[in-house]
Nanobody, 121 residues
């Protein structure tokens, strides 16, 4: 069974930085796109950034210039480096992976359990 395990959330001051990590565990052969979404209280979940297996990246307008998504395919891990954090970045951040192929099954999509990022002084 494949699981996405996130880490790196926490409390950070405005203007600070944070690096989130998400590792996919299991007997994985390949993963297509991986990405990060976030959901603030009372709001819908929204895409923050995504990266394909080939390294092509995309970002939401609200993080362009402040975030960098990267991945290590050998470790089935995706990272999100966020800088110049603002209070409005406060949310639960979820890792997402699409088309995960293992030695036995294929998952169309998986979500991590979420990690809370709080930006506050």
């Amino acid at each position: 069974q494949v699981q996405l395990v996130e880490s790196g959330g926490g409390l950070v001051q405005p203007g600070g930085s944070l690096r989130l990590s998400c590792a996919a565990s299991g007997s994985i052969f390949s993963i297509d796109a991986m990405g990060w979404y976030r959901q603030a209280p009372g709001k819908e979940r929204e895409l923050v950034a995504a990266i394909t297996s080939g390294g092509r990246t995309s970002y939401a307008d609200f993080v362009k210039g402040r975030a960098t998504i990267s991945r290590d395919n050998a470790k089935n891990t995706v990272y999100l480096q966020m800088n110049s954090l603002k209070p409005e970045d406060t949310a639960v951040y979820y890792c997402n992976a699409k088309n995960i192929v293992t030695t036995t099954v294929r998952y169309v999509q998986l979500w991590g359990q979420g990690t809370l990022v709080t930006v506050s002084s």
